[in-house]
């Protein structure tokens, strides 16, 4: 249901409190006095056992209420909230805090039922409540109120929501909404993220997660959230669980905490590890968000601050900057000879508050360093007039300068300088790092959002056909595990590189004879579909050289199976060239599926040892190349990957390819539920896969319909014929930056202005890519496309709609390149558009039109949309177009 009726429930005009009481340390009590202690609007009592409580009336159920409240908060017995929850829908409230505990199962879906029948929302139930300050509503039993503050904060604990509350209170922290979830039976974390990331008092959102049930849901809510604000997620359950027995090294490895921090980094949000780091990242996330320095400078008075600052620095993985001879030359101008002469910047204990506005000033000049400020109080010049002289330097924008005064009441007017001011400062220079290093890894999250990947396709197109021929006669056979052949063809249909694998009898003979033809050395290996991983058997010898060696090699696996697996059937050997790349690097590739998230890919440093190294990460598909990139440089292999001494880099787009692959087959072949490819094998010149592993199920765990971010629909493409030219109609990609951008530089000023009522020169890099960079479960873009008599593709005309989150309404615009209006393209366009949203269950689809644009109005008129005057703007008319029978 989404953000239907949330107004009603964190922006009420009345509340009612069922189980109001006056017995001391009640939940009831609790409540009753915390609303009306602020809040302004009207205040109910409901309780059949009194007539009234602190001198207001008590009424003695739902239909006695003297008028119908916005909002309810349910303190009474679960078994009366079903009856309840009724009796306020039909009332016409439309939310309810259900701070009751206990309701079992079959009372929970009562309750539930009764509130979707009246689109009655409900928080809980068993939680705390909420709290709005900025409305002065306190719909909850905690023991203090929330001062206002323009930071949301949303919790699964209750316990810790009362935590927090006097927390962040000793600290002057304040809210714009503090919500406890409970058992979120209606009202979750997706509702929530859809209704803060859209409203005006909050400037970043903070999560406590213990679990999520909706992923997609999530997931889209998510980055649409994390697009207008920061959104930094503490997520419990941390600890490593024991994982169930996998066939592929994937499934050992990727536990479900690594797959949660690859769906934070997908959707742009942070994730920090403890509640103290929520604080410190919002802070410096608010004032600190335009700062796109790499590396720090830090400035101090105390060499043993610097250390301490530096160590950090180096625990947390931020760069320090390294002082050039320009930057040596400008701070000998102003230090003394003793400073430091190297990075911590150290301007001694004796220094007066000139020295340090002068070696701020020449830090300032390198443009690419963040500088850290640590001050140790001293006799010599009070740390208030320190502050108080760096301020014109400090609040320069961009921002660039953290400051940490070290010590309590002798620096206490120091700190409140600089954050009146709006300058980040911390308590220690460790905080201030480990929030530099917080910013560092936000941005990278943020900047895979608005990644452009390149036009050109990565690689081959699958055969589809052969790959779902294998998968079929595997399911057929009875059997799960593919065999090494079968995996293999698997993938060269995928269009992965293999490396050629033969099949012979267990037989050492048959297995010579096959080497023989092939060409020496060779790789011979033992088939078995019992035996998964054949290196814990000796099932594999590497660069036999000869006959002899492939017949010996032969007859002592089939041995050793016989005495370790005595239960195994050997089908054969599988017999291929030793691959000997020069300069190698051995990875895995993988992709299992997690129980919450869906299908996941990951990627790492490969080879026998892999659960041992355990160098890897994990990425949510669908995959593009950059975000394929943004995976491979989170390991440590990358390093070795981008070359060192006399290793030449390896080939990175090979590597992006495969990963791009294994994302379109996990799309494309639902029935795949393990796959490994341990080792692909990477140098300058290629990639090759020299061992594969698959599983498949009946039960088709993978496929585009089970991914938490919906992929590319390729189903919605749709081919047409306009002006004898042939154009395709299709959803908008990431990879049609450039495209899109070269078809508005076509547009007319006048057509542009008509359908964003104003006129721009040029579009950034930011805003192409919220336009080609759509998410498919919540907006519908398309583009007519068309094919160029040189080669390549132009855009001709577009159209878009945003569709909310209740899937109520779709707001759109259409636009035809100026050059080709009135061909009937918009048309075309247009009815795309209302068929796609209609077969979506999206309830109408809306629009404002400038009056005088007359074209649109009558295309508006022709595709059956009735136009209505603007109630804000006489300038504008709004139009609508039913797309569903009403029941």
Not at 52 to 73: K, N, Q, R
Not at 127 to 140: D, E, F, K, R, T
Not at 290 to 301: A, C, F, P, Q, V
Not at 430 to 443: I, K
Request: hydrophobic share 45%; charged share 20%; net charge negative.
């Amino acid at each position: 249901m989404s953000i239907r009726n949330l107004d009603a429930l964190f922006a009420p005009q009345s509340v009612a409190v069922f189980g109001a009481s006056e017995r001391p340390g009640s939940v009831g009590a609790t409540v009753w006095r915390n609303l009306r202690r602020d809040f302004t609007g009207q205040v109910f009592g409901v309780n059949h056992k009194h007539h009234e409580i602190d001198g207001v009336p008590v009424y003695a159920s739902a239909a006695d209420l003297p008028a119908v409240p916005d909002l309810a908060v349910i303190c009474t017995p679960a078994a009366s909230v079903p009856g309840l929850i009724e009796a306020l829908g039909r009332l016409g409230t439309r939310a309810a805090v259900v701070v009751t505990a206990g309701l079992d199962k079959a009372q929970k879906q009562r309750m539930l039922d009764a509130a979707r029948r009246h689109t009655l929302r409900i928080l809980g139930p068993n939680c705390i409540g909420m709290l709005v300050p900025h409305w002065g509503l306190n719909a909850s039993f905690a023991h203090i109120g929330a001062t206002k503050g323009d930071i949301a904060f949303v919790s699964q604990s209750g316990a810790l929501v009362t935590a927090m509350l006097d927390w962040a209170g000793s600290r002057g922290i304040g809210f714009s909404h503090f919500v406890s979830l409970g058992e979120h039976a209606d009202v979750d974390f997706g509702d929530l993220l859809d209704y803060l990331g859209s409203d005006p008092r909050t400037r970043a959102i903070l999560l406590y997660i213990e679990s999520i049930e909706s992923p997609r849901k999530f997931m889209s809510a998510a980055r649409a959230a994390a697009r207008n604000k920061p959104v930094i997620v503490v997520k419990a359950g941390r600890s490593a669980q024991g994982q169930k027995a996998a066939a592929s090294h994937t499934g050992a490895l990727a536990g479900s905490d690594d797959v949660f921090d690859a769906a934070i980094s997908r959707a742009g949000m942070l994730r920090v590890f403890t509640l103290q780091h929520l604080f410190l990242a919002a802070e410096l996330l608010a004032r600190f968000r335009d700062n796109r320095s790499e590396r720090l400078l830090i400035l101090t008075n105390g060499g043993g601050a610097g250390v301490m600052a530096a160590d950090a620095a180096a625990h947390a993985g931020v760069e320090l900057t390294e002082l050039d001879e320009a930057m040596l030359a400008r701070l000998d101008a102003v230090l003394p000879d003793n400073w430091s002469r190297g990075n911590p910047v150290d301007i001694i204990g004796d220094a007066p508050a000139q020295r340090y506005v002068d070696a701020l000033a020449a830090l300032r000049e390198d443009r690419h360093s963040a500088v850290l400020f640590v001050q140790a109080p001293t006799a010599i010049v009070p740390s208030s007039d320190i502050a108080r002289a760096l301020l014109p330097l400090a609040t320069l924008k961009p921002p660039r300068l953290m400051g940490s005064w070290l010590g309590h009441d002798a620096v206490n007017e120091a700190r409140g300088i600089f954050r009146q001011a709006g300058v980040p400062d911390y308590d220690t220079p460790e905080e201030a790092v480990r929030a530099f290093s917080f910013l560092q890894a936000y941005r990278r999250h943020q900047d895979e959002l608005l990644q452009t990947p390149s036009a050109a396709p990565l690689g081959p197109v699958a055969d589809l056909a052969a790959i779902r021929a294998i998968v079929g006669d595997v399911l057929a056979s009875g059997r799960e595990l593919l065999s090494e052949p079968e995996a293999k063809a698997l993938l060269h249909a995928a269009g992965l590189p293999v490396v050629p694998t033969r099949v012979v009898a267990p037989n050492a003979d048959a297995a010579a004879r096959e080497a023989t033809a092939l060409g020496f050395p060779v790789v011979i290996k033992i088939l078995s579909h019992q035996i998964s991983h054949k290196s814990d058997v000796g099932g594999v010898r590497l660069s036999l050289a000869n006959a002899d060696e492939v017949r010996e090699a032969a007859r002592a696996m089939l041995a050793r199976v016989a005495a370790e697996r005595p239960g195994a059937v050997v089908e054969g050997f599988t017999v291929q060239p030793m691959v000997r790349l020069r300069q190698a690097t051995e990875l895995i590739v993988g992709a299992s599926v997690d129980p919450l998230f869906g299908p996941v890919i990951l990627f790492g440093q490969g080879g026998t040892a892999v659960e041992v190294v355990a160098d890897r990460a994990l990425a949510l598909p669908p995959l593009n190349g950059p975000l394929a990139q943004a995976l491979i440089a989170r390991t440590r292999v990358a390093k070795l990957l981008r070359g060192y001494r006399d290793q030449p880099p390896a080939d990175m787009a090979a590597i992006e390819r495969v990963l791009v692959a294994i994302s379109q087959l996990l799309a494309d072949v639902p029935e795949i539920a393990e796959l490994d490819i341990n080792p692909l094998v990477v140098n300058a010149d290629g990639a090759v896969a020299l061992d594969a592993r698959v599983r498949v199920s009946a039960s088709r765990p993978a496929g585009a319909a089970h991914f938490a971010i919906r992929p590319y629909p390729v189903e919605q493409e749709e081919r047409i014929s306009h002006l004898g030219r042939e154009l395709l109609l299709r959803p908008i990609r990431p990879e049609d930056e450039l495209q899109h951008r070269a078809f508005l530089e076509k547009l007319a000023p006048e057509d542009v202005r008509l359908r964003v009522f104003y006129s721009r020169r040029s579009i950034e890099h930011s805003e192409l890519a919220r336009l080609t960079q759509i998410d498919y479960a919540r907006e519908v873009a398309f583009i007519a496309e068309g094919e160029l008599p040189e080669g390549g593709h132009e855009t001709l005309g577009t159209v878009r709609a945003g569709i909310d989150p209740d899937n109520d309404s779709a707001e759109f615009g259409v636009i035809v390149r100026s050059d080709i209006k009135g061909g009937g393209l918009g048309h075309m366009l247009m009815d795309k558009l209302v068929r796609t949203l209609r077969a979506n269950g999206t309830r109408r689809i809306v629009g404002t039109v400038l009056k005088e644009n007359s074209r649109m109005r009558a295309l508006a008129q022709a595709l059956g949309f009735a136009e209505s005057p603007s109630e804000d703007d006489p300038g504008l008319v709004h139009i609508e177009l039913p797309l569903q029978t009403e029941p």
